[in-house]
């Protein structure tokens, strides 16, 4: 697993999930795949790990607000994750350096994780869980407005232009047609998400593009479980009784699977195929959060919710074609590749 630290480490912002990953730059061929783009069995399976452990964590947000406040479902989610990745941060020696930014690793933390999986775990309390891991494919949409927001335009081409136009017009068709009228404000909750997904890597990409990936993470939840504690006191939002065993699961799958291991499952598959490779995981997450929806929860889809997925997934496409094909071109003459995408 590479620890991602000094001159010879890539930051790749990955759109596909919550975190920004460091590898380092050593090549055009990776472990997992061979000069023919044949990639192995272990990549492979690296592949499908992610893509369900960033597909499923909608399916069991929904499942936990049934019996838990929000405020309680970040705060032990967070607050589980970092205890199983700080010791992996403290052996690599990266908690301190990450702390020495203290600034904006606050800023990171609150637009990353506390701001946003709150208004998620809220906005899952009314809205279906497919619907709201579908709206989160449209976070690189955000993530060009972000880009002008802080003055560094991406150039775009005419297909970059018309993914954003598709996938607006994706998002409308979902929050028009298939998304009633009582759950509107629940959508502005994900728009809140939406947006704080898109300014955390924008955040690590200008202010801490040389720390490394797993104390940044370890320490973002930490700080996130930390800054909950004070809220869920003042709220009174703690349980009176002990949740059911299938809420108390769905926060263990949360933190578990859906933040600490699939930071590290990301990291491996970046190491085995690259980075440019591993954001095609972008276009799994919302499929796997459609079916995930449908087969546990029952959940309905409608022919607006197949054309909205069609629809964001195309634009989120088009919109990062451009980008993606650039790094491509840039890894082939063995140079630090940057990422600047997000998905769900």
Do not use: H
């Not at 909205?308 to 634009?315: E, R």
Request: charged share 10%; hydrophobic share 55%.
């Amino acid at each position: 697993m590479p620890r991602g630290r000094g001159a010879g480490a890539a930051q790749n912002c990955q759109s596909s999930s919550r975190f920004c990953l460091w590898q380092p730059a050593t090549g055009t061929a990776s472990a997992g795949a061979d000069t023919m783009g044949v990639v192995n069995r272990r990549a492979l399976l690296l592949f499908a790990g992610l893509g369900i452990a960033w597909g499923i964590p909608y399916l069991f947000i929904k499942v936990a607000v049934g019996e838990l406040e929000p405020a309680v479902v970040v705060f032990a989610r967070s607050g589980l994750a970092a205890v199983l990745l700080i010791p992996l941060a403290v052996f690599r020696r990266e908690v301190a350096v990450v702390l020495r930014r203290w600034r904006p690793m606050l800023a990171y933390t609150v637009v990353e994780i506390v701001l946003p999986w709150y208004f998620l775990s809220s906005a899952e309390r009314q809205l279906p869980s497919s619907t709201a891991g579908l709206l989160l494919a449209a976070v690189p949409l955000a993530g060009v407005a972000v880009a002008f927001a802080m003055g560094r335009p991406a150039r775009l081409t005419g297909l970059n232009w018309l993914g954003i136009l598709i996938g607006m017009l994706g998002v409308a068709g979902l929050v028009g047609l298939d998304v009633g009228g009582s759950d509107l404000p629940s959508v502005l909750e994900m728009g809140v998400v939406v947006i704080g997904y898109a300014l955390g890597p924008a955040i690590l990409s200008r202010w801490m593009p040389d720390l490394p990936g797993v104390g940044v993470v370890a320490v973002s939840l930490a700080g996130a479980a930390i800054i909950y504690i004070p809220v869920v006191l003042l709220t009174r939002s703690w349980p009176t009784a002990w949740p059911s065993a299938q809420v108390t699961g769905s926060i263990i799958v949360l933190a578990v699977v859906c933040s600490a291991l699939a930071f590290l499952l990301m990291v491996g598959l970046i190491a085995e195929i690259g980075p440019v490779k591993a954001t095609t995981i972008t276009y799994v997450n919302p499929a796997v959060a459609i079916i995930a929806g449908v087969l546990v929860l029952g959940e309905r889809v409608t022919v607006w919710t197949v054309i909205g997925f069609v629809l964001v997934l195309s634009g989120s496409w088009l919109v990062t074609r451009r980008r993606r094909e650039a790094a491509t071109s840039v890894a082939a003459g063995d140079m630090p590749v940057p990422i600047e995408e997000r998905g769900s």
